[in-house]
């Protein structure tokens, strides 16, 4: 690639791509972690409960603020690439639709928690959030936790929870701001302040990211039409405040606001005047009373959810939609839960509680050539409860056993369970552990609710949840000290009455719980640290994915995914990194065919290169350059994918 000749490229990239490019150049120039001992001790997701990491049952992946800026991750997609079990899909280029398989599931079947909030979007037919928008900043640390888990958190996790924790302020006045260019027009800034005064502690920052983008059709899906770049711009502020009213008595209120506006595509069509334009708005506020000596811990929340969607489409001599020019959608969540830790002694404790949910859509779109518009303005709610017991009979061993009752409006009762156990030889530094356990997933508002009747598609108000059951066994090891740590785990799910369309021929009718899957693989990992300053990890993940009925393929979940990456700081405050990405055995559906084939796509392998410098106390530049050999592959069929492109910037501290 001739990058004087690429339009994409900017002053600032440019800049970065030297002072990368001078760093590779160094021997042994990798970065990607330090000491396993910056990995937090504790996991709060899997027991919804501090537990020391090595004796939970499930499977955890934990992304800690360090990493974050250390890797330069700016979105909740990008942080989820290389997490194992994990296939991160984005149609296109920045802010376009982002999806996140976990161990083969849908994309509806993770539940995403910001700060205690279920960030799903009521709005969207499936329900799951657009990974692209969440902007990282200001999170202090992102837990995956895969395998069925609705026995504690409900609907939606029958792939696993993901969850986004946002730094708490401490001590003194602390503020930090940074700036980054790049390809592609590119800028990326936030700004923030937190600490604590008395029994009052702050943390508010706001992150925004615009840019150009790129176009997401293919040149060879668009013969003789000039490619239009597809911009996107995302504006958030954040907020999470708190207040000891006493001892044992904490108030805490988290906000977040966002802005996005994004330019996409008509599918394998060139569109400039697609676009949509979003707000979301999420709010909660809590209470933590200690009881007992801290024997008994009570969390109260109350929160709220709400996105309003707005996507329209102008006349063109490209392309003219004709059914769908402007669309307008509100979803909106309230969300209230009790929860209750009681620790009766160092071996036997129970967490139990109640989890109250109403969910509401409006929608509403218009079409042309006569069309009627279609609209739909409905509500639903649930309440469930659940209680989950933990009990370390001896150092080594760790069992829990948890139940779960939950009451949905529309389709009446779901139960679940789940089972875990660890075993820990501390002599040899190996840790077994297995679990098995039941999920759901609730019909979105859309799938209930939300005909299209001018196009012969109905809605079903009489589907049930989605269900599934799966488990997992592994072993970890650590040797030589614990520089070298080495784990595998083998993992099956079964899901029944997936929703699917019961026909389509023009067009799809009624949906119906018709579906049925199959997922299986092996998740493994290898993390060595020869010397403190240098990492190497190597994660491989083997999932196969399968449609029970037809034993077909579930499209988009990668068969192997292998992530490489390497760490070396080579003098103090220069950190140098790179990370190698393989995808293969990959499948999609051509929509471009009728009636759309299950077809395969070649593999691809994408390396990225990272460094920072500590100038001086307080101002840290940093730069990286992204698909470094300028791969050109689809990620979902008939989507482009970002080539060759650098950014640079500078972060500064007090």
């Known amino acids: 690639m001739n990058v004087r ?161 946002t730094r708490k302020g401490s001590g003194p006045l602390k503020a930090a701001a940074f700036g980054e260019l790049g390809s592609y027009g590119t800028f990326n800034a936030g700004a923030g302040v937190q600490g604590a005064e008395g029994r009052f502690n702050y943390n508010v920052a706001m992150q925004a990211t615009a840019t150009r983008g790129f176009s997401s059709v293919p040149e060879r899906f668009s013969p003789g039409i000039a490619n239009e770049p597809d911009g996107y711009s995302n504006v958030s502020f954040n907020g999470r405040l708190g207040f000891d009213v006493s001892d044992n008595f904490q108030l805490s209120l988290f906000s977040r606001v966002g802005w996005s506006h994004t330019e996409y595509d008509a599918f394998l069509s060139e569109d400039p005047n697609l676009r949509e334009r979003a707000r979301q708005v999420s709010q909660r506020l809590q ?20 996105v309003n969607r707005r996507d329209t489409d102008g006349f063109d001599e490209i392309n003219f939609d004709p059914f769908s020019p402007d669309a307008r959608n ?61 009990w370390t009979p001896t150092e080594a061993l760790s069992l829990t056993v948890g139940g779960r009752l939950e009451n949905h409006k529309d389709f009446g009762t779901a139960a679940t369970w789940r089972v875990g156990a660890t075993y820990a030889f501390k002599e040899s530094g190996t840790r077994l552990h297995a679990a098995l356990g039941t999920a759901f997933k609730a019909p979105s508002l859309d799938q209930l609710y939300l005909d299209f009747p001018a196009f012969g598609f109905l809605a079903n108000p009489d589907l049930k949840p989605e269900r599934s059951i799966g488990g997992e066994i592994g072993i970890d090891q650590t040797l030589w000290g614990d520089r070298v740590k080495v784990g595998v785990t083998l993992f099956r799910n079964h899901i029944r009455d997936l929703i699917v369309s019961t026909g389509c021929g023009v067009a799809c009718t009624t949906l119906t719980n018709a579906g049925k899957a199959r997922t299986q693989g092996v998740e493994a990992s290898l993390e060595i640290w020869p010397w403190e300053t240098l990492s ?84 840290r530049l940093f730069g990286r350059v992204e698909n470094v050999t300028d791969k050109h592959y689809d990620e979902p069929l008939g989507f482009r994918t970002p080539r060759l492109s650098a950014f640079a910037g500078v972060r500064l501290t007090l």
């Not at 109250?356 to 509403?364: D, K, V, Y």
């Open 5 to 165: 000749s690429n339009p994409s490229f900017r002053t600032g990239a440019a800049g970065a791509a030297c002072m990368i490019a001078g760093a590779i150049l160094a021997p042994g120039a990798f970065s990607q972690q330090t000491r396993p001992a910056t990995l937090p001790e504790t996991v709060v997701t899997a027991d919804r409960t501090e537990v020391p990491a090595e004796r939970v049952s499930a499977t955890v992946t934990v992304i800690t603020a360090a990493e974050i800026e250390r890797r330069q991750l700016r979105t909740l997609g990008d942080a989820l690439r290389t997490v194992p079990g994990t296939a991160s899909i984005q149609s296109g280029g920045p802010g376009k639709g982002t999806s996140v398989f976990l161990r083969g599931g849908n994309a509806n079947h993770t539940l995403v928690l910001v700060d205690g909030v279920r960030a799903g979007d009521p709005s969207l037919i499936n329900g799951a959030p657009n990974f692209a928008h969440f902007l990282l900043d200001n999170v202090d640390r992102i837990e995956i936790v895969r395998g069925p888990m609705s026995t504690l958190w409900g609907s939606d996790a029958i792939g696993g929870v993901i969850n986004l924790v």
């Open 287 to 306: 209470a933590d009373w200690q009881l007992l000596d801290g024997k008994w811990k009570q969390t109260f929340g109350l929160s709220f959810l709400q």
């Open 330 to 390: 509100r979803g909106r969540r309230w969300q209230f839960d009790w929860k209750n830790d009681v620790r009766f002694s160092e071996q036997f404790g129970v967490v139990f509680g109640i989890d109250a949910e109403r969910t509401s859509l409006r929608a509403r779109s218009t079409f042309n050539f006569g069309f009627p518009p279609n609209s739909v303005d409905q509500s639903t709610h649930t309440i469930g409860g659940y209680l989950n017991a933990r």
């Open 536 to 619: 190497f990890r190597v994660d491989y993940t083997f999932t196969d994915a399968r449609d029970r009925t037809t034993n077909e393929p579930l499209v988009r979940r990668p068969r192997h995914a292998i992530d490489v990456s390497a760490g070396w700081k080579p003098l103090p405050g220069w950190t140098l990194g790179a990370e190698l990405a393989h995808r293969s055995g990959r499948t999609d559906r051509d929509f471009s065919q009728f009636p759309s084939p299950i077809t395969h796509l070649e593999a691809y392998s994408v390396l990225r290169f990272t460094t920072s410098y500590d100038v001086s106390d307080g101002v």
